[in-house]
């Protein structure tokens, strides 16, 4: 044992062969060599599906499991994920395409975020979508949109607590926020709801995401039952569906530990008893985005030359910030950490050192990896950076410097 401090977080989800990552059966010298180009992303199937399973074996059988399509939208990967859980949260319009082209009934789909057009919405209502109102002006629009299409809009109401996510990677909710409406509103909310022709089904409220903190989740989802339980008696109809969020984190930096999702699963268990006594007939929902895709994917590019400068080894790439902000370190950290990278081809290596992984970009935020210790590498490796399968491709700024767009593949 040494007490040098861990390199990045640990790499568990894929195997090792001959010192080549193994994704979807291959290895990974062989998908680079199917996939014809670098860089791309690879999604492993049988990773979202065992992530499921477990998390069907720590949570409470009635509760609903949804998928936020936000995290990873590939159709090939949502259409999966759409066999295994039961339900799916879009955030816009074109994700609600995907959605519906999985063929999951339009009621197991739910639209939240705020700003939504009237085009969006109208198309939601026509399909049969669940929308979840983030404001008064949104309500209105539902019920004017419902009266000229003949339908009667299935509604939540997105309620901005009044308690905030502790430790929490990005806050969603408390204080002042754009998303939902503020928690002291929704009584007056609900009874002009009452008044429109709408058919209410309950209250959608997250806090946060990426969080690592079981105590933390556990005491957001005991305040989030209580505010609805809270709620409800202001509602027109009873509560159906109590959506509490998503938010639960995965490891991506060094001493980063996997969330404690028994003690998650167990305290639902004992809110579930509570809720069903209040809100007779409730189901709850976790809308879970992360969690179901992050450790599932991986990003890889190529190492076009390996390059000192003053002493620093940096590996120059055809992969950077304009494909995986996040890995960047420019998607909601406050200070740059580096993700799990490896040299995909030579894992463990026979020489190692310490170095710096770039992209192609002319900007120095243009980092993957900063002063990392991993395989001595060469032109023609493969670098990898793990924990990629959510907030990657969609999430980063593909235009910036007009550079190729990499391939997603499932595999
Ligand atoms: C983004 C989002 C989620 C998913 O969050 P994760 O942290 O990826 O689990 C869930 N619900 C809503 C409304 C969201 O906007």
């Known amino acids: 044992m040494s007490n040098t401090p861990p390199e990045h977080a640990p790499l568990v989800q894929f195997d090792v062969q001959d010192d080549c990552l193994q994704i979807g059966g291959m290895a990974l010298i062989r998908l680079a060599q199917r996939v014809g180009s670098t860089p791309f992303y690879a999604y492993d199937r049988q ?17 609903l499991l949804h998928y936020a399509m936000k995290a990873n939208p590939m159709p090939a990967v949502v ?7 039961d339900g799916l949260d879009v955030a816009s319009s074109g994700e609600m395409r995907v959605a519906l082209d999985t063929g999951l ?34 309500l209105e629009s539902v019920a004017q949109l419902g009266v000229s299409l003949g339908i009667t809009p299935k509604v939540a109401i997105r309620v901005n607590p009044d308690f905030e996510l502790k430790s929490s ?8 926020k754009p998303f939902g409406i503020d928690a002291e509103y929704v ?12 058919d209410f089904a309950g209250f959608h409220i997250f806090s946060g995401s990426q969080n690592l903190n079981a105590a933390a989740l556990q005491e957001a989802h005991q305040k989030t039952v209580q505010l609805a339980i809270q709620l409800a008696g202001y509602a027109p109809a009873p509560v159906r569906l109590l959506n509490i969020g998503g938010g639960f984190g995965v490891p991506y930096f060094p001493g980063e530990r996997a969330l404690n999702l028994a003690a998650i699963g167990e305290n639902l268990q004992r809110l579930i008893v509570e ?14 985005g992360r969690y179901i895709v992050a450790e599932a994917g991986i990003y890889v590019c190529r190492v076009l030359e390996r390059k000192i400068s003053r002493g620093q080894v940096f590996l120059i790439t055809d992969g950077g910030l304009h494909h995986h902000l996040a890995a960047s370190g420019n998607f909601g950290q406050v200070i740059r950490k580096n993700y799990p990278v490896v040299i995909g081809n030579k894992v463990r290596g026979t020489e190692r050192e310490v170095v710096s992984v770039v992209g192609p970009l002319c ?13 001595k590498a060469a032109a023609g490796d493969l670098v990898v950076v793990l924990q990629s399968g959510a907030y990657g491709l969609t999430a980063s700024p593909t235009a910036f410097l007009s550079h190729p767009l990499p391939v997603e593949v499932f595999v």
């Open 105 to 138: 009934p339009p009621d197991k789909i739910s639209f939240a975020g705020p700003g939504k057009r009237d085009y969006e919405l109208r198309s939601a209502i026509a399909a049969g979508v669940m929308l979840n109102i983030e404001s008064v002006q949104e």
């Open 363 to 375: 900007t120095p935020l243009d980092v993957l990896a900063d002063q990392l210790p991993m395989a």
């Open 47 to 63: 990773k979202i599906s065992e992530r499921i399973a477990l998390l069907r074996r720590h949570l409470p059988q009635e509760i």
């Open 79 to 85: 259409q999966h994920v759409a066999g295994l859980v």
């Open 275 to 288: 809720a069903e006594r209040q809100l007779p007939g409730v189901r709850i929902a976790l809308e879970l």
């Open 187 to 198: 009584p007056d909310v609900l009874k002009r709801l009452a008044a429109l022709d709408l």
């Open 169 to 176: 990677g990005m806050k969603m909710g408390g204080g002042p």
